[in-house]
């Protein structure tokens, strides 16, 4: 083969690599209720079940995303918006159903359930491939980053459910008791460190973060908890592992017109612990962190699901944009989004944010300009985004 030949075919084959590379897909997930929401006067209306979805959403295309596949699987918005993740290779989805929906009289009650889905990304369109029983209550779920175990914080029964994944199999191994002795904890989020061999466990009504040592599939409470600051309700943990974030929500799972922080946990001396708290708004609930390492998020619900006679309503959530130097974090700006934002999801290079908001039923699309989140577009889901994944730690 000549030289002229060989170099033109190299550079087709390169081409085609491109075009392939720029096909794969990108995907978010996530978790639609539609069975509950709030009035003006900021009172609960239930609704009766039967209509949530599970929606599977392609960002290849950054600001104009779509939607693979919507399923119909139940799902809550009660709980922080990160029970459901994606696998690294983008193979499987997991999604916990935090509650089950039962009459109540006239009306209808969240009661704790113990279910977790496994969707296949890989089927065309994506489908449900099992269902598997957690502990009570399943709300934040983490996966490693080999894509060979989850761990899920039981909000209900003060435990983790430890799951073993091999291909498209997922099974439960071992639940760990993650109490520290008080009568209700509620551990509600669970972030685990790049290496695979820790991981953090948000204990919501204990003010605490717990810290879990794993080998392989054997995880343990080492029974070494971290005040972190007012009813921490989310955690993540940054890409080279040295520093953890965890939002303190402050009012119980609301707005109360208070500032709330972001406590700023040191991973890299041990034991670990908090070392900085930043202010990042009222009412912390979805958190994410950029691939990049150098920003996180905290979505802040500023009031936006509360009666409109209260002093700290607001028509909109914003997001809080923090900067990551070294072991200091600072608040760089904040950016309005939709009405009752939940979760957050960077694209893989970090430049682009994707925030759902809950009662506008659709998604805000950020990009990431040097410390600026700029509008970049929206779309709309088939429900109210409660909950949302990427595949990134």
Do not use: C
Request: hydrophobic share 40%; aromatic share 4%.
């Amino acid at each position: 083969m000549n030289r002229r030949l060989r170099l033109g075919l190299l550079a087709a084959t390169a081409v085609l690599l491109g075009i392939a590379g720029a096909a794969q897909a990108q995907l978010i997930v996530a978790g639609n209720d539609e069975k509950q929401s709030w009035d003006a006067d900021g009172k609960q209306v239930n609704r009766p079940p039967g209509a949530d979805t599970v929606s599977i959403i392609d960002i290849a295309n950054r600001t104009k995303p779509h939607i693979l596949a919507s399923l119909p699987l139940m799902n809550t918005v009660v709980g922080p918006p990160v029970n459901l993740a994606i696998t690294p290779d983008q193979k499987l989805a997991l999604v916990a159903n935090s509650l089950d929906w039962v009459k109540d009289g006239e009306s209808w009650k969240g009661i704790p359930d113990n279910k977790l889905y496994v969707i296949d990304l890989a089927a065309s369109p994506p489908a449900l491939a099992a269902t598997l029983t957690v502990g009570k209550q399943p709300s934040g779920l983490a996966i490693n980053r080999a894509g060979t175990l989850a761990l899920v914080a039981n909000r209900a029964d003060d435990t983790v459910s430890v799951l073993a994944i091999k291909g498209k199999e997922v099974k439960v191994v071992d639940t760990v008791s993650v109490s520290g002795g008080s009568a209700r904890e509620q551990p509600s989020a669970v972030a685990i460190t790049p290496d695979g061999k820790r991981a953090l466990v948000v204990k919501f009504l204990a003010n605490k973060v717990a810290l879990l040592t794993i080998d392989g599939q054997h995880v343990t409470y080492t029974k070494y908890d971290m005040a972190t600051g007012l009813y921490p309700y989310n955690v993540a943990i940054t890409p080279n592992g040295k520093l953890a974030i965890a939002g303190n929500n402050g009012a119980a799972g609301s707005s109360d017109g208070q500032v709330d922080t972001a406590a700023i946990i040191d991973m890299a001396i041990d034991p670990p612990r908090v070392i900085d708290q930043v202010v990042v708004g009222d009412g912390p609930e979805g958190l994410a962190m950029s691939p990049t390492g150098a920003y996180a998020v905290e979505v802040i619900l500023n009031g936006a699901n509360l009666s409109h006679d209260k002093f700290y309503y607001h028509p909109h959530s914003y997001v809080t944009l923090l900067k990551i130097e070294g072991r200091k974090v600072r608040k760089v700006g904040k950016t309005e989004v939709g009405a009752l934002a939940e979760g957050a999801v960077f694209s893989p290079d970090g430049k682009y944010l994707y925030v759902g908001n809950f009662l506008d039923g659709d998604v805000t699309i950020l990009q990431l300009k040097g410390d600026r989140l700029i509008r970049a577009g929206a779309f709309k889901l088939p429900g109210h985004p409660a909950s949302m994944r990427g595949s990134n730690p």
